[in-house]
């Protein structure tokens, strides 16, 4: 099979960009979306041209680095699939495809399709993580936790991170990945001490990296490659309003020194 | 940072604005509706409701100065929230709407604005009664009795603003939109403050549904019932004749000179 792509391309972020369209050669139909980028590639290569920049790494679905927008919806026409997963056999023998870099102020672009996706560490940083001495390994049932708690927090924290939902979000609001987050950590009882802390510091620097608000629209949960709910926008909604309402605390007493 | 400001300058907190105003807002879209469907029943009901509000002045401007603070609010969270929205996005897609999303949900600031540009009107229309925009004439001449007294004649208002095609047009127009507001508003403002999990989201979502269906079969009756000649008919007639003596010139028609 053969595609014709309409693909983006930008030398960097302070040349304008325009789409190009490229003529794949001939195709297998079992090879990945990035497989085929890899066999168009070399083609450009060949012919002397600049090859198209694109992220990937893991290739099985796991890392969260594979990005692109393809024909208008993050990680392609699947739902709960990554880009690398995606695979030719979904697009018909002359099929024309557009394919796009995430696009938000928060992720500026870096060349061709491939963007800058630091904010998400940097909200990561401020509280992503819980404050702990790691030690020796403990008992793995001495911090009971209620089975439901258990199943919400693992189906957050399958959040690889990619930021699809920024790019499909009509806002580019960073709040689907944002609130999985503040939740996986939230649900359990070893996030409970910064439970607070944490929900606030992450919000506050979702805010600072210029990622828009919420408006329930729903097209983050439609292409997360890990099919996070829109639920956990709404948990986190609730951490946030009582952390609020509670701003910070005071030290009351040198509480190391005892 | 006191609270107030720590709620404005976070988008969150801005959005727990929206939605604490937006459902301020409900509420007095449902009490309204229910006053306004008094209509059905004879002139006297509605008439002596409308009096009995007039009658509380500080009742009424409380509650005038209470729904002033949360449009405001709503106004201001809804077109700062979208300002932020817009520059998170500098350069957008080749084509396409944003995947999986509602009409609803997308055009939000636009059906909220329309709905403002109504709101105006139909203050000018019926409180204000500016005797230019309702294509009838001057309303504040509409006088009737209750009690021995007289008082303003809001049914007559009502079977007459309503017999003229573009005032119905645009009432129609600004319901259909605020039903597709509330369709999605309603539903998200759960979201917003943090009441949602995998039972409930359904069920909200069926709240929304069914309130804005009836939020919208409620305002529109009211027009579409009078337009249609179904209400007041007989009424309107008697009271366009008054209406019309009261404002003629008074060499024309003498009874306007008894009138006033
Ligand atoms: C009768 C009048 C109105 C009612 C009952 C109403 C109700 C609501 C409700 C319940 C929400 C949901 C809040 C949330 O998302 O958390 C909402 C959202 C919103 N409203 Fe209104 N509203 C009204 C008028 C307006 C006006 C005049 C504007 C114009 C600027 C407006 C703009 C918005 C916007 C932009 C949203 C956010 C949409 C979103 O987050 O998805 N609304 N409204
Ligand atoms: S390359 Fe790792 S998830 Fe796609």
């Given at each position: 099979m053969k595609v014709f792509l309409k693909v983006w391309r930008q030398k960097n972020r302070n040349t304008p960009g325009t789409f190009k369209t490229y003529t794949s050669p001939e195709l297998n139909e079992n090879m990945s979306f990035l497989e085929m980028l890899d066999v168009v590639n070399e083609d450009l290569a060949n012919n002397g041209e600049e090859p198209i920049a694109f992220d990937h790494d893991c290739?099985?679905?796991?890392?969260?680095?594979c990005s692109l927008v393809i024909d208008g919806k993050p990680h392609g026409?699947?739902?709960?699939?990554?880009t690398c997963q995606t695979y030719m056999r979904s697009f018909k023998n002359g099929d024309e495809i557009v394919v796009e870099p995430f696009r938000a102020k928060a992720f500026p672009l870096i060349k061709d399709l491939v963007c800058d996706r630091k904010s998400f560490d940097r909200i990561q940083q401020v509280g992503g993580f819980i404050t702990v001495r790691t030690g020796a390994a403990p008992d793995a049932n001495s911090i009971p936790v209620p089975k439901e708690n258990a199943d919400l927090a693992m189906d957050a924290a399958?959040?690889?991170?990619?930021?699809a939902c920024v790019a499909a979000c009509k806002n580019a609001s960073a709040m689907l990945f944002v609130a999985a987050k503040v939740s996986h950590l939230g649900l359990m009882p070893q996030g409970q001490p910064e439970r607070y802390k944490r929900v606030k510091a992450m919000v506050t620097q979702m805010d600072e990296e210029g990622f828009g608000a919420c408006t329930v629209t729903g097209s983050c949960e439609a292409v997360c490659p890990k099919e996070i709910s829109l639920d956990f926008i709404a948990r986190m909604n609730r951490d946030y309003a009582v952390a609020l309402l509670k701003g910070d605390a005071k030290a009351a007493t040198s509480g190391g020194a005892g | 940072m006191n609270l107030c400001q720590r709620i404005w300058n976070s988008s969150l907190g801005k959005k727990y604005v929206m939605a604490l105003t937006g459902a301020a807002l409900f509420a007095f879209v449902v009490g309204h509706l229910v006053g306004n469907l008094q209509v059905f029943g004879p002139p006297e009901l509605i008439n002596t409701y409308a009096h009995f509000l007039k009658s509380k002045p500080a009742l009424l401007w409380s509650a005038r100065l209470g729904l002033l603070v949360m449009v405001t609010l709503h106004i201001a969270s809804a077109v700062t929230l979208s300002a932020m929205n817009k520059a998170a996005r500098p350069e957008p897609y080749a084509g396409k709407a944003a995947y999986g999303s509602t009409a609803q949900s997308r055009y939000m600031l636009v059906s909220g604005l329309v709905i403002l540009a109504f709101v105006l009107y139909h203050l000018a229309h019926f409180?204000?009664?500016?005797?230019?925009?309702?294509?009838?004439?001057?309303?504040?001449?509409l006088t009737t009795t209750l009690e021995g007294h007289a008082v303003p004649d809001a049914y007559a208002m009502m079977v007459l603003g309503f017999q003229v095609w573009w005032v119905v047009l645009f009432y129609l127009v600004a319901q259909g939109l605020l039903f597709a507001h509330l369709g999605h508003g309603l539903a998200s403002m759960f979201q917003s403050l943090g009441f949602r999990d995998h039972t409930w989201w359904p069920r909200i979502q069926c709240f929304a549904t069914l309130a804005s269906i009836a939020i919208f079969v409620g305002y529109a009756a009211i027009p579409l019932g009078i337009f249609t000649r179904v209400v007041g008919v007989d009424y309107a007639e008697q009271k366009k004749f008054e209406l019309r003596d009261a404002t003629l010139m008074p060499e024309k028609a003498p009874a306007a000179k008894e009138a006033k």
């Open positions: 290739r099985e679905g796991i890392c969260g680095t026409p699947h739902r709960g699939v990554a399958q959040c690889i991170g990619c930021g | 409180t204000v009664m500016l005797p230019g925009i309702n294509g009838v004439g001057d309303f504040s001449k």
